[in-house]
């Protein structure tokens, strides 16, 4: 990493996808905010791709995160060592990325974050009880970025991805999610009966996921054999190009579920009592929430009611 006469701005953002892509925004306005300067992104993989993409930044830091904070530490200063960052923007907000603050030498850093006594420190009580966005919003405000703009998206988008229901009216479905977070899932017979269904009206189905939920994609695949099974098969770019060119999305509350909202197309997500749509809802001119209490013939009714009108 090397000087630079401008001003160094560096950005901290790791995952998960929807949370990264929920802070975008933020990210777009601290970049406008500080045009005349240099803008770097603390990040992890695979979230470096969309950053690479975006063509925000002038440079983009990753490190592998550890239990331990320590070696986190230990990663950044090595890869940071000889930058003179002047702000910091903790788009993470976390107990770990606000130890990094001892990483800096620089006494007169201005830090945005939760770092009590610094600069830019975001003294809202309530700031845990506000959407992602709103907090952002609100966090930048306190460093005193008054303009919260939205961005242009079509770098998202370029990308294209032929498959076999291209000419077809199709939707996405995600019927996955973190395997660390299996309780944000509704049960997989949701997607089963609505996959039959939209059959029925010649509207197609393809399945999309990764890695952890090809075993649930092939269960659902064997139920409803004349879908799409692209389970492990996209990029963030080409599920992107899915979502523009399709007539649905509906799935659980998961991080490709958040890059689908913004294709504006007709977003459902499906939130159990694990998670609050309140804090941490997809953005989107169309996403719908449907809450699940446990009644999956009530859940799939209302699925289809919104997904097919």
Same mark, same amino acid.
């Not at 998961?254 to 294709?263: E, N, R």
């Given at each position: 990493?090397? #000087?630079?006469?401008?001003?160094?701005?560096?950005?901290?953002?790791?995952?998960?996808?929807?949370?990264?892509?929920?802070?975008?925004?933020?990210?777009?306005?601290?970049?406008?905010?500080?045009?005349?300067?240099?803008?770097?992104?603390?990040?992890?993989?695979?979230?470096?791709?969309?950053?690479?993409?975006?063509?925000?930044?002038?440079?983009?830091?990753?490190?592998?995160?550890?239990?331990?904070?320590?070696?986190?530490?230990?990663?950044?200063?090595?890869?940071?060592?000889?930058?003179?960052?002047?702000?910091?923007?903790?788009?993470?907000?976390?107990?770990?990325?606000?130890?990094?603050?001892?990483?800096?030498?620089?006494?007169?850093?201005?830090?945005?974050?939760?770092?009590? =006594?610094?600069?830019?420190?975001? #003294?809202?009580?309530?700031?845990?009880?506000?959407?992602?966005?709103?907090?952002?919003? #609100?966090?930048? #405000?306190?460093?005193?970025?008054?303009?919260?703009?939205?961005?242009?998206?079509?770098?998202?988008?370029?990308?294209?991805?032929?498959?076999?229901?291209?000419?077809?009216?199709?939707?996405?479905?995600?019927?996955?999610?973190?395997?660390?977070?299996?309780?944000?899932?509704?049960?997989?017979?949701?997607?089963?009966?609505?996959?039959?269904?939209?059959?029925?009206?010649?509207?197609?189905?393809?399945?999309?996921? =990764?890695?952890?939920?090809?075993?649930?994609?092939?269960?659902?695949?064997?139920?409803?054999?004349?879908?799409?099974?692209?389970?492990?098969?996209?990029?963030?770019?080409?599920?992107?190009?899915?979502?523009?060119?399709?007539?649905?999305?509906?799935?659980?509350?998961?991080?490709?579920?958040?890059?689908?909202?913004?294709?504006?197309?007709?977003?459902?997500?499906?939130?159990?009592?694990?998670?609050?749509?309140?804090?941490?809802?997809?953005?989107?001119?169309?996403?719908?929430?449907?809450?699940?209490?446990?009644?999956?013939?009530?859940?799939?009714?209302?699925?289809?009611?919104?997904?097919?009108?």
């Amino acid at each position: 990493m090397t #000087n630079s006469s401008k001003e160094n701005i560096l950005i901290i953002k790791f995952g998960g996808l929807g949370d990264f892509i929920l802070s975008l925004t933020a990210m777009n306005s601290i970049k406008k905010f500080h045009s005349d300067s240099r803008l770097v992104l603390l990040t992890e993989e695979p979230y470096d791709v969309l950053a690479k993409k975006s063509n925000w930044f002038d440079e983009i830091v990753t490190i592998k995160r550890s239990i331990f904070y320590f070696l986190d530490k230990i990663d950044i200063k090595k890869k940071i060592n000889n930058l003179s960052i002047e702000y910091v923007y903790d788009l993470q907000t976390s107990k770990r990325s606000s130890s990094y603050i001892e990483i800096f030498k620089n006494p007169k850093i201005k830090w945005s974050g939760i770092v009590k =006594g610094n600069s830019y420190y975001h #003294n809202n009580a309530d700031r845990n009880k506000m959407h992602t966005l709103k907090r952002q919003e #609100n966090q930048l #405000n306190f460093a005193n970025i008054k303009n919260f703009e939205n961005y242009n998206k079509q770098w998202l988008f370029k990308e294209s991805f032929e498959h076999k229901f291209s000419k077809k009216k199709y939707i996405i479905m995600i019927a996955g999610g973190s395997s660390k977070r299996k309780y944000k899932r509704v049960p997989e017979v949701v997607f089963i009966k609505i996959a039959q269904e939209l059959e029925k009206k010649k509207i197609y189905t393809i399945l999309v996921g =990764g890695m952890d939920e090809q075993e649930l994609c092939k269960r659902i695949n064997r139920k409803c054999p004349n879908i799409l099974n692209l389970c492990n098969e996209t990029s963030f770019f080409s599920l992107a190009y899915l979502a523009k060119n399709c007539s649905g999305i509906i799935g659980n509350d998961t991080g490709p579920i958040h890059l689908c909202a913004l294709s504006e197309k007709k977003t459902i997500v499906f939130f159990t009592k694990f998670s609050n749509p309140e804090l941490c809802a997809p953005i989107g001119k169309h996403v719908e929430i449907i809450n699940f209490f446990g009644n999956v013939d009530e859940t799939i009714s209302k699925a289809l009611c919104k997904i097919v009108t």
